[in-house]
């Protein structure tokens, strides 16, 4: 619309050349679009927003800071943000004009319809855009035509059918329309077979519509959770091409699908913390189910979500073992939403069986009475447990996801840092988002000293921007790697290193140079370097099972140099899957709160990396003695212990670590509880790591609380001091 008036397109964090810019646009009448602004606008623009033209001279003049500006009468100003809800105070709304140009569902849906059928059927592509232009011309001709009989009527004299040219004018304009029609006919004939093959792929566009906007709402739970348009479709486009081919279209769809589907799953959770990997997986699933395959109600979302609005008092609570909170919501339930009419009545006639559900120790399995095992689906028995034991809510998501989209939709895959390495560019920043407790650092600097890669690193902070920017600098000519830690803290450098990042390109960055970020989550973090990096997070797995699995697919476990590198082999392996055990112990007690630890720490995986080194380190010191006593306290007292200000607390590690340091621990088949159900978990045979990675994946994907090194917790997480108390004893 603008180019060709020369739009002048820049940021304000250009500093000095986007003011110079700005100021000739207004002097010699350039159209200007600033890009990504925030909430609070510069007060520069002020007199530009407010029209504050004043004569001088009998000239136009306007105010830009100190400088006094001839203004052009051409001159136009547009302003973009890519905030996903800005919120602008009422001065500002009234100085603009507010358009949304977010993306709608069906306007993405049509614009990837384009992409898969550009890619699948080219030719049809092709000739549809080929009709397009054709119906163009054919308007424009038309219009021509009307023209030119308007022309001939409005300049003829006397009677027109005695005007020869009037009447050869209309003749031959008539015969040209004649053919225009025909052609359209044609065109609109063709297009709709070619609408009709289209059609076919419309459910793949579909999906990956529905799924973008579902990583859109992501960033609402944090704010590094940004994903740009060009990525999406760039991981789109990835899977049209690496999915499996088919000559049937409908196993082609489900191929683009499927594959699409987990791509996205797998590439957004390296980029999510723990606590969240469910939470999306859980999205995806129902945001497909209500827009897809119409089969969710989203009243039923809302109740799951929010427990349904109180507008009066509930009637009274006729049980004595059902809280009145639950009470309330199951009335909520009845009354208020569709298909659980009756709920009420129903609960005061049959308690006992709901009271069946409520003392069950996997309420998740248990059955429900009719008609309520034949009326509910899947989904909507997560409402009826919200209100029975939202304890257990969700360990029934992660069985809803799992029984709707796969197994491999609840196992995250770890962190693969060289697949991030190699998805990246010299352009692309890799961020890793922080967590207490998570530190990087190590492992970055163990692969890139893998790749034989110099790194030059730097702590943010007050006065270190201009060393950084110098290291990026001389980084992006000469080659190598910049790591720039702790971003949050350098809050007023955080514009300059977003226009670094932008300023980085094909052509001016060595291919070898890469830039990584480590932040805590911070909204003054660039939303732009956001979009348009590489994000992974570090955070310890959730679980006990997925905990194990991420110890063994680590460092240093993960190095056949450190696995098989004791001299007294066996022994280290099986006290080794014990260290692993009681790391993942302890971790796991976290989200107990109180009933876990009487203090919340963040053991980290350093501290899991010591203790495993001076295990290693020791049995190959100690030849003839097994030295568990000094394990004991280095591991206990020290790595993990020095974490450890409560006194009961520093007890329990201890006798948590007893049960997994001990001379027991040798004999076949030794299980880390006696309690009936957990056979399962034992010491696996000696072995190469395969082994031990095969023995952990068959474990429950949910610990079972009767796992003794866990605690006594049932699903009611009634008080865990009778497994303390144990652990004690046994201390």
Known sequence: MENKHQLQVFKLSGGGDAIRQLE??????????????GEELDPMLEPLLLKAVFKQ????????????????????LYITTTLRSPHYL?????????????????????????????????????????LVLAGAENARQLKEIEDKIIAVLSTSEGNILENETAINVISSSKALSNEIAHKQQVAERTEKKIDEARAGYKLVAQVVSVLFFVISELAAFEPMYQYSLAWFVSLFKGTIAKADKARELAKRIDSLVSHFEYSLYAQVCRSLFEKDKLLFAFLMT???????????DWSHLRFLLT????????????????????????????NDVPDFEGLEADFREHQDAFKVVYDAADPVAAPLHNPWSTKLDPFQRLLLLRVLRPDKLTDAMHGFVKATMGTKFVEPPPLDLDRCFKDSSATTPLIFVLSPGSDPMSMLLKYADNLKVQVDGISLGQGQGPKAAKLIETARTRGGWVVLQNCHLAVSWMPTLERICESLTAENANPAFRLWLTSYPSPDFPVAVLQSGIKMTNDPPKGLRQNLLGSYLTEPVSDPAFFNGCQRSGEFKKLLFGLCFFHACAQERLKFGPLGWNVPYQFSAPDFSISARQLQMFLNESADVMPLQALRYLTGECNYGGRVTDAHDRRTLMSLLAVCYNESIFDDGYTFSPAPGCECYQVPPEGPVEIYIDFIKGLPAAAPPEVGTLYEICGLHVLCHMFTYRCLQLY
């Open 24 to 37: 000739n646009a207004v002097q010699f009448g350039f159209p200007v679009l600033i890009e990504n602004v």
């Open 286 to 296: 129902v945001h497909l189910k209500a827009h897809i395959h119409k089969n969710l």
């Open 307 to 334: 427990g349904g609005i109180s507008s009066s008092e509930p009637p009274h609570n006729p049980s004595n073992w059902l809280p009145d909170k639950l009470w309330g919501e199951l009335v909520r339930l009845s």
């Open 57 to 76: 001279g009998g000239v136009n003049c306007i105010r830009l800071g100190d400088a006094t500006l001839e203004y052009s009468s051409n001159f136009r």
């Open 90 to 130: 009422p001065d500002v709304s009234v100085k603009v004009t507010l358009l949304n140009f977010g993306i709608t569902r069906e306007g993405l849906e049509d614009q990837l319809l384009g992409i898969v059928i550009a890619q699948e059927r080219p030719e049809l592509e092709e000739e549809k855009a080929r």
